[in-house]
Nanobody, 129 residues
Framework: QSQLVESGGGSVQPGGSLTLSCVGS????????IGWFRQVPGREREGISC????????YYKESVKGRFTISRDNAKNTVYLHMNNLKAEDTGVYYC??????????????????????WGQGTRVTVSS
């Protein structure tokens, strides 16, 4: 059974919005960090946004800054990725990932997919006119 379950993907037109949800099977504060990664065919999985649990510090990939926001609801064990002004290049499968090991700087998790310990099954986002 996966520790992380994503939902919220779909098809939208450019300029549209989507919110992805990632529900953890345990208290999300047990994880040192949680983040969202994107994968497209032929390319490595890339970090989009991550949040460090203890400090709340966040990281965003440069191309999504100002458009995407990561947030969390501790009571619901859920992390969200709010995506606005979506572009065609945002298309891909979005994965939620969590790190149980210590995380000292948030970008360490987002810049290397190997730093994550758990993965969800992915949710597809398609941005097309």
């Amino acid at each position: 059974q996966s520790q992380l379950v994503e939902s919220g993907g779909g098809s939208v037109q450019p300029g549209g919005s989507l919110t992805l949800s990632c529900v953890g099977s345990r208290n999300i504060l047990d994880y040192a960090g949680i983040g969202w990664f994107r994968q497209v065919p032929g390319r490595e999985r890339e970090g989009i946004s991550c949040i460090r649990s203890s400090s709340g510090s966040t990281y965003y990939k440069e191309s999504v800054k100002g458009r995407f926001t990561i947030s969390r609801d501790n009571a619901k064990n859920t992390v969200y990725l709010h995506m606005n002004n979506l572009k065609a290049e945002d298309t891909g499968v979005y994965y939620c990932a969590a790190r149980i090991r210590d995380l000292f700087i948030v970008q360490a998790m987002c810049m290397n997919a190997n730093e994550a310990d758990y993965w969800g099954q992915g949710t597809r986002v398609t941005v097309s006119s």
